[in-house]
């Protein structure tokens, strides 16, 4: 396990994401070389302690432990293709944000050239990098995950997943999608109560308790769903869940109903298939079977 702040470190890419790892590198005591493809974005770091290299290539022959936080997955590809011979034998940790399958195909890419892989998925944003609530998952090499422990915690709490080098993505991926239907669903409340003259910033004011009191329920939609019986009392009923009053109620404020829409198809598709008498767990039937 790598404790000390001896290994050198090289950071491909310094957008907003990439600065902020570096940062958070160079005020921890690691030597860390940092590269970007434009110019520029390394002065603030090269006067805080980093090394810059003139091209990816330097970067990565400076040390044994690369970083890549590029934009996207051919990002990556396109700045780390003709360096394949360089990185053999080297280690990459690639936090660049990709899908579940692009992370599979660039740690079989990895192996390919020799290359120790592990990837990740950063759940932060960088002013939140090396500070409480800041989480990064990571699949893909046990053993990078393991000696590199101490240094990933200088970003974040972290968190591995197992050998799929796909599985850190899925969670994002998937952790993803459960904060942008609720933030659609926080502007759909912020646009339905503008029309009677309330700000989105007095309605946020409303929304974040209740939605934070809202959350109290998943642990006891997760049991439904994973003991499989629907049934079970004490659970509000899909026909009880009917959004029949929000849509009426949204489209009267003149409002696109598209967002309350959504869900009242997942539901309503339960219903149909005559499980209206069954808890509101159940919509996720309607997920997973696509229509
Ligand atoms: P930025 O847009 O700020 O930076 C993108 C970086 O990628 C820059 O360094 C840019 O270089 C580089 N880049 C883009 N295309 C290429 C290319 N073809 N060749 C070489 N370099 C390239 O993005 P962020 O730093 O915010 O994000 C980086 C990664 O982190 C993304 O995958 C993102 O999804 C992920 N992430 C970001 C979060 C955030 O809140 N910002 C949150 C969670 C994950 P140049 O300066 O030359 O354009």
Redesign the pocket.
Same mark, same amino acid.
């Given at each position: 396990m790598t404790t000390d702040s001896s290994v050198r470190v090289s950071v491909l890419?310094?957008?907003? !994401?990439?600065?902020a790892l570096a940062g958070a590198l160079v005020e921890s005591g690691y030597a860390t070389t940092v590269w970007?493809?434009?110019p520029g974005?390394a002065d603030d770091l090269v006067a805080r302690g980093a090394e810059a290299a003139a091209t990816a290539g330097d970067a990565v022959r400076s040390g044994r432990l690369v970083i890549a936080?590029?934009?996207?997955h051919?990002?990556v590809h396109?700045?780390l293709d003709p360096l394949r011979d360089e990185l053999a034998g080297r280690t990459l940790i690639n936090?660049?944000?990709?899908s579940p399958a692009q992370a599979r195909e660039f740690a079989a890419w990895a192996a390919r050239a020799g290359v120790a892989y592990l990837d990740g998925g950063? !759940?932060?944003?960088?002013s939140m990098i090396g500070r409480p609530g800041s989480s990064i998952l990571y699949s893909g090499s046990a053993e990078v995950f393991h000696e590199y422990e101490p240094l990933l915690g200088v970003w974040a709490t972290s968190t591995y997943f197992g050998e799929d080098p796909g599985l850190a993505s899925l969670y994002d991926m998937a952790l993803l999608a459960g904060m942008y239907v609720m933030f659609a669903g926080f502007m759909h409340g912020a646009a339905m109560v503008a029309p009677a003259g309330v700000t989105a910033g007095e309605f946020a004011a409303r929304a974040t308790p209740w939605l934070t009191a809202m959350t109290g329920a998943l642990e006891g939609l997760a049991a439904v769903v994973d003991g499989g019986d629907y049934t079970v009392d004490g659970q509000q009923s899909l026909e009880f869940s009917s959004l029949d009053d929000l849509l009426t109620a949204s489209s009267d404020q003149g409002i696109s109903t598209e967002a309350v829409a959504m869900v009242q198809r997942l539901i309503q598709r339960q219903i149909d298939a005559g499980h209206g008498g069954e808890g509101f767990a159940r919509i996720i039937e309607s997920i997973k079977q696509p229509g």
């Open positions: 890419g310094l957008g907003a !994401m990439g600065g970007n493809r434009s974005k936080c590029l934009l996207d051919d990002s396109e700045v936090v660049t944000t990709t950063i !759940m932060a944003v960088p």
